[in-house]
Nanobody, 120 residues
Framework: QVQLVESGGGLVQAGGSLRLSCAGS????????MAWFRQAPGKEREFVAAIMWSAVTVADSVKGRFTISRDNAKNTVYLQMNSLKPEDTARYYC???????????????WGQGTQVTVSS
């Protein structure tokens, strides 16, 4: 069982930055493939980035602007978001999976999400 709690969301102007954190529980946190997804109102949940050890996958829509990292000693995953755009506005979710995947249905554990709003 893994419990995930996101933090760090907020309101930011276009071009600004935010860093999201996802704190996980459980002694086997490092064994999980960790990802960030986002969901805007009226849209499907969208893959943003994922990480397992040093292997990273990032969606084309955020490549070059967003960076995912993890600190297994702290059971925490981060999403550094730079050059934010209004279209990045969404609720951002942290998720954990036992397998490598970029689809939401492959993830077993989810946090409650944190809202990111980018004003133009």
């Amino acid at each position: 069982q893994v419990q995930l709690v996101e933090s760090g969301g907020g309101l930011v102007q276009a071009g600004g930055s935010l860093r999201l954190s996802c704190a996980g529980s459980g002694r086997t946190f490092s064994n999980y493939y960790m990802a960030w997804f986002r969901q805007a109102p009226g849209k499907e949940r969208e893959f943003v980035a994922a990480i397992m050890w040093s292997a990273v996958t990032v969606a084309d829509s955020v490549k070059g602007r967003f960076t995912i990292s993890r600190d297994n000693a702290k059971n925490t995953v981060y999403l550094q978001m730079n050059s934010l755009k209004p279209e990045d506005t969404a609720r951002y979710y942290c998720a954990a999976s036992r397998r490598v995947a970029s689809i939401a249905t492959a993830y077993d554990y989810w946090g409650q999400g944190t809202q990111v709003t980018v004003s133009s």
